[in-house]
């Protein structure tokens, strides 16, 4: 049989934490069985519209992103076949010439891997050398891909499709929406 005395004590964790809502339990306590209905209710509904809106700012933003991926996408695969046309016929020297005709509708930036030279629409501000280095080995190797990456504090999509008839890659750089994108924080300024 075990005595009154022995039986251990409640832990002080629940008294502290007692002492800590006293106030807020006490004004709770004191409402009446319809004012708490209410207020449950409405912390209820504020969770669920929080939810919700949580929920239509991702999904929404997802889609803005995705469909400007695959426009860069769309965009990439056409310019990579116009200048696997004409780039047979092309001297070295109108190679950026035939690279901004590529990008005058879309306002992408161009980069050309030709040869063991490199072409670029915008060379001040776009390298081969700033792209992912795991897309640039990929299409390289013969891999079409993409890769959302940070170009200074902008967004960019990178498509890369090799030209293997040439021995070249090309690379089209699209600025991405500034919305939250998949890689990015949405709360990183904030």
Known sequence: MTDAADASAPPAR???LRRTFRR???VWEGLGLRARVTGLFAA????????????????TSHFLVSDQVNAAITEARAGAATLENSLAHTPPSDI???LD?????SGATSILGYGKAHYSTNPLTVSLD???AGLRSLVTSGTPA?????LGQSPQVAVGIPLPSLHASYF????TPSTCWPSRSCWAGW
């Open 172 to 175: 089209a750089i699209s600025t």
């Open 130 to 132: 700033n792209l992912p």
């Open 44 to 59: 209820g509904a504020l969770l669920l519209s929080l939810l919700m809106g949580g929920l239509s700012f991702y999904t």
């Open 96 to 98: 950026p010439t035939l």
């Open 101 to 105: 005709t590529v990008n005058s509708t």
């Open 146 to 150: 993409s890769q959302t990456f940070d």
């Open 14 to 16: 629940v008294g502290r």
């Open 24 to 26: 807020p339990l006490e």
